[in-house]
T-cell receptor, first 116, second 115 residues
Framework: GAVVSQHPSWVICKSGTSVKIECRSL??????MFWYRQFPKQSLMLMAT?????????EQGVEKDKFLINHASLTLSTLTVTSAHPEDSSFYIC????????????FGSGTRLTVV | AQSVTQLDSHVSVSEGTPVLLRCNYS??????LFWYVQHPNKGLQLLLK??????LVKGINGFEAEFKKSETSFHLTKPSAHMSDAAEYFC?????????????FGGGTRLMVKP
């Protein structure tokens, strides 16, 4: 089956620094990837959709300059949280969908970001 | 437009008793429906999915769900709960039209299993 690898699984950073989270599709080509944010005890909130080779589409209220998404290849998407603040602390999860829809939506294991 | 409502934010059962997690949806198109499970600080794992084939869908770990179009429901059940089933469960719908082929999540149901 399809596997999506997400790294790191957890990260602690200082306020003002930037953090990069990677999402890789290991055995299929992911033409579309999704980034979600999950607050404690809440459901997933879609932040943005990225298509390989084009700019990401951000959901309303998500700052595109703070959450930089790059999807330069069919197997890798990255989310960079720039100038992180404590309020950016959250659980971030990526999801990938292959172009043929064979595997549907496969989720990464998530990244716990803590900004101190 | 599409939406998903998980009717219970918390469900508590005793080990060995049946599990019922309720989900209702609305969609303008023939939907695809999924149930995912999330253990603490983990990603989401697919339990089962309905994509317009058999209305009774069997998934992993003994879970199953029945798609009822007349009731717009897709409730998740399991005959006998295990302690390892304690987790957060999400009902998810995809509307089916190409422009809106996006996942819509329910609010989640936290399942607690008592010994």
């Amino acid at each position: 089956g399809a596997v999506v690898s997400q790294h790191p699984s957890w990260v602690i950073c200082k306020s003002g620094t930037s953090v990069k989270i990677e999402c890789r599709s290991l055995d299929f080509q992911a033409t579309t990837m999704f980034w979600y944010r999950q607050f404690p005890k809440q459901s997933l909130m879609l932040m943005a959709t990225s298509n390989e080779g084009s700019k990401a589409t951000y959901e309303q209220g998500v700052e595109k300059d703070k959450f930089l998404i790059n999807h330069a290849s069919l197997t890798l998407s990255t989310l960079t949280v720039t100038s992180a603040h404590p309020e950016d602390s959250s659980f971030y999860i990526c999801s990938a969908r292959d172009g043929g829809g064979i595997y549907g939506y496969t989720f990464g294991s998530g990244t716990r970001l803590t900004v101190v | 437009a599409q939406s998903v409502t998980q009717l219970d934010s918390h469900v508590s059962v005793s080990e060995g008793t049946p599990v019922l997690l309720r989900c209702n949806y609305s969609s303008s198109y023939s939907p695809s429906l999924f149930w995912y499970v999330q253990h603490p600080n983990k990603g989401l794992q697919l339990l089962l999915k309905y994509t317009s084939a058999a209305t009774l869908v069997k998934g992993i770990n003994g879970f199953e769900a029945e798609f009822k179009k007349s009731e717009t429901s897709f409730h998740l059940t399991k005959p006998s709960a295990h302690m390892s089933d304690a987790a957060e469960y999400f009902c998810v719908v995809i509307g089916g039209n190409n422009a809106g082929n996006m996942l819509t999540f329910g609010g989640g149901t936290r399942l607690m299993v008592k010994p």
